[in-house]
């Protein structure tokens, strides 16, 4: 009998064999919005953050975080719902509510939190979730941790999620979908979805953590982009570590849904409250991403310039209009080798692998960021340009 150890020293020897375990490399030093990140002594142009619009070291954001944290200290020393709701929060809610254009909404320490939450309160035993087959894994978490029936639909299948609902008699029903997917970059077919949830009755809940503050005319999100309110899509979640540079979640819905989640939500209740210096910096961030369109319009450019040139060049290219543009190479060993020869290139794009992604399907994932230049985005083309063909690399 193998002691509980050595099992799993032999779990971990399994990874490795299939080319699947993960390694840390340690961030020494960031620069230019994440743009150059100093690593194991080397200074690498990074296409692998989710800053996307360069603010997490925008001077008005350092400043509203520092000057917080000198009037608030730095832990909000308790959770909401006792004493660590601070006026940074409860007005960073307010201005969130008020930019997506939903009654309320209601801070959380991180995404994840954030999906759990909602799916976890509001549905129960005898309820029904349907989701993405591609949903971020905390959608998959939540769904399960609900305890209603659960059913993975092909992805952005909507007559398939159809037949689904019409088959659901009485229970109550929720839709669960990314409103960008994380490791894809395509877009939700969202119109189709509300469409679907209205004539069946069903919640739509979206989280837009990689759509938030980049898409759409003024930053809102894929909700805005394909032109929905609040009757479409009834429950939304943004993320604030990704596009406003800083960390924490928000859910934005009707009054009676946010207050239940605070009345019932155990990842709201039982929890630290986020450093109320968190909720300036983002106030700040929401600030910016409101102000300054720019920062959108340069990244798309990237995007669009990226593009342009890899379908040109032959690369794998997959179907996104997202800053997510992922390269589909099959194999972890493609996928790793592709990214160790970029990182010797003096460039760092993570190689994703199952199970984050199916067998099969591994990817470099290279996401852009207003942060870069021009010439940081021909700097990776050539570099993609020189790697070796798939299957070639030792
Ligand atoms: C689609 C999606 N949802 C939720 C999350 C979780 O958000 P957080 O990092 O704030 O926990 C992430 C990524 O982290 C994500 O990509």
Redesign the pocket.
């Known amino acids: 009998m193998p002691l509980p150890g050595e099992r799993l020293q032999a779990g971990l020897e399994e990874l490795a064999a299939a080319g699947r375990l993960r390694r840390r490399r340690v961030v020494e030093g960031k620069a230019l919005g994440s743009a150059r990140i100093r690593v194991e002594g080397r200074e690498l142009l990074a296409f692998c953050s ?1 800053d996307y619009l360069g603010l997490a070291d925008h001077p008005d954001v350092i400043t509203a975080l520092v000057a917080a944290a000198r009037e608030w200290g730095v832990g909000s020393g308790a959770s909401h719902l006792v004493s660590g709701h601070c006026s940074e929060h409860h007005a960073l809610e307010e201005e969130l509510a008020a930019f997506v254009g939903r009654p309320r909404a209601l801070l ?1 320490s ?6 759990l939450a909602v799916v976890a309160t509001l549905l129960a035993r005898g309820d029904r979730v349907f989701e993405d087959r591609l ?2 894994a ?2 998959l978490d939540a769904g399960l941790a609900s305890g209603a029936r659960f059913s993975r639909y092909p992805h952005a299948d909507v007559a398939s999620l159809r037949s689904r609902l019409a088959r659901v008699a009485d229970s109550r029903a929720m839709v669960v979908t ?5 490791m894809d970059g395509d877009v939700a077919p969202l119109r189709e979805l509300a469409g679907a949830c209205r004539e069946h009755g069903a919640w739509l809940f979206v ?4 759509g938030f503050g980049v898409l759409g005319r003024t930053g809102r999100g894929s909700v805005e982009a394909a032109d929905l309110g609040l009757q479409d899509v009834p429950i939304l ?1 943004g ?4 596009a406003c540079g800083t ?3 928000f859910v934005a819905s009707s009054s009676e849904i946010v207050e239940t989640l605070l009345q019932r939500a155990r990842t709201y209740i039982y929890t630290t409250a986020l450093p109320p210096a968190v909720a300036a910096a983002s106030r700040a961030a929401l600030r910016l991403v409101r102000e300054e369109p720019w920062r959108r319009a340069r990244l798309l450019g990237h995007v669009a310039r990226f593009r342009r040139e890899a379908l040109r060049l032959g690369l794998p290219l997959m179907d996104s209009s997202t800053p997510i543009q992922p390269l589909l190479l099959g194999t972890e060993a493609a996928a790793l080798a592709a990214s160790d020869a970029l990182v010797a290139a003096g460039i760092w794009v993570p190689a994703i692998r199952p199970p984050t992604v199916p067998a099969g399907a591994s990817r470099l994932r290279i996401t852009f960021s207003a942060a870069h230049t021009d010439a940081d985005v021909d700097r990776l083309l050539e570099a993609l340009t020189a790697l070796p063909p798939a299957g070639s690399q030792a």
């Open positions: 989710n959380f991180t995404g994840y939190m954030a999906n949903n971020h905390s959608l990314d409103g960008v997917f994380s989280d837009d953590a990689h979640m993320t604030l570590g990704k960390f924490g979640a």
